[in-house]
């Protein structure tokens, strides 16, 4: 099995900064992709941040400039660093990695549970 946690999620205020940690462990081969989604209520989730390969990393435009997608060199751990957080940033994040569980296999999405950010003062 494949498990993500994360943490990291919490209150903060306007113009504060916050980092959300993912953390894959169990019966991985190969990871191609880290990624974080969120999604704020009666809203579709939303592509946050990827970084595939352990290098390659793109951006929602809403937070260009503000957040950075990272991995651990281990690559089974994935980062977003959010600053110069909004209220419209308020949502559920959620860590999702694409895994290869042994290399005979297909790549499958797997997701975390979700760590709630919410920006207010």
């Known amino acids: 099995q494949v498990r993500l946690v994360e943490s990291g999620g919490g209150l903060v205020q306007p113009g504060g900064s916050l980092r959300l940690s993912c953390a894959a462990s169990?019966?991985?081969?190969?990871?191609?992709?880290m990624a974080w989604y969120r999604q704020a209520p009666g809203k579709q989730r939303e592509l946050v941040a990827a970084i595939i390969d352990g290098s390659s990393t793109s951006y929602v435009d809403s937070v260009k400039g503000r957040f950075t997608i990272s991995r651990a060199n281990a690559k089974n751990t994935v980062y977003l660093h959010m600053n110069s957080l909004k209220p419209e940033d308020t949502a559920v994040y959620y860590c999702n990695a694409r895994v290869k569980v042994y290399v005979g296999s297909q790549y499958t999405d797997y997701w975390g549970q979700g760590t709630q950010v919410t920006v207010s003062s």
């Open positions: 169990g019966s991985i081969f190969s990871i191609s992709a």
